[in-house]
Antibody, heavy 119, light 107 residues
Framework: EVQLVQSGAEVKKPGESLKISCKDSGFYFTNYWIGWVRQMPGKGLEWVGIIYPGDSETRYSPSFQGQVTISVDKSINTAYLQWSSLKASDTAMYYC????????????WGQGTLVTVSS | DIQMTQSPSAMSASVGDRVTITCRASQGISNYLAWFQQKPGKVPQRLIYASSSLQSGVPSRFSGSGSGTEFTLTISSLQPEDFATYYCLQHNSYPLTFGGGTKVEIK
């Protein structure tokens, strides 16, 4: 069974950095794409970006380009979403999700990581 | 970017009703359209992929149709567990974009 396990909830102050993770329990981590989706409180789903662990090819939504960094560590089947300087507006639930290919929709989702940024 | 316009944004329906939700793309996306269901406090679940293919394990009362710019999710007979928010997602080109969501509430 495919499982994406995300890191736990975080509470941070504005200006702090953060890296959240998404670990794939499967055997073929480098064969699929891992995407990230944001959901602000009470709002809809927004696509952040996607990475191919095989070669770290990455695509970002223009809305998030330069605001976050998506990376991967193939040796431990883990993808990351990171911020260098958090803002209060980054407060949201963040989901990772696995795509079969670069042109497919996400089929398997992580449980979500709640990020709260507050002074 | 491709804009996805989903309608209605909210609706009230009764158990047993036939429900139709529509997504319009701002440009043609072939059949690169998926539908997701999200219940409060839960992870989104894919219902439909490639516009009309039913995700394994999803009840057959859910169906999808459309190609190009207009797409429809239909629930043939609404069940109590179907009260949720539904989202479409285009994955024809980057950036992927979601519709704004349709909240289906109990009448």
């Amino acid at each position: 069974e495919v499982q994406l396990v995300q890191s736990g909830a975080e509470v941070k102050k504005p200006g702090e950095s953060l890296k959240i993770s998404c670990k794939d329990s499967g055997f073929y981590f480098t064969n699929y794409w891992i995407g990230w989706v944001r959901q602000m409180p009470g709002k809809g789903l927004e696509w952040v970006g996607i990475i191919y662990p095989g070669d770290s090819e990455t695509r970002y939504s223009p809305s998030f380009q330069g605001q976050v960094t998506i990376s991967v560590d193939k040796s431990i089947n883990t993808a990351y979403l990171q911020w260098s300087s958090l803002k209060a507006s980054d407060t949201a639930m963040y989901y990772c999700a696995r795509h079969y290919s670069s042109s497919s929709s996400p089929e398997y989702w992580g449980q979500g990581t709640l990020v709260t940024v507050s002074s | 970017d491709i804009q996805m316009t989903q309608s209605p944004s909210a609706m009230s329906a009764s158990v047993g009703d036939r429900v139709t939700i529509t997504c319009r793309a701002s440009q043609g996306i072939s059949n690169y359209l998926a539908w997701f269901q999200q219940k409060p406090g839960k992870v989104p679940q894919r219902l439909i992929y490639a516009s009309s293919s039913l995700q394994s394990g999803v009840p057959s009362r859910f169906s999808g149709s459309g190609s190009g710019t207009e797409f429809t999710l239909t629930i043939s007979s609404l069940q109590p567990e179907d009260f949720a928010t539904y989202y479409c997602l285009q994955h024809n080109s980057y950036p992927l974009t979601f519709g704004g969501g349709t909240k289906v509430e109990i009448k």
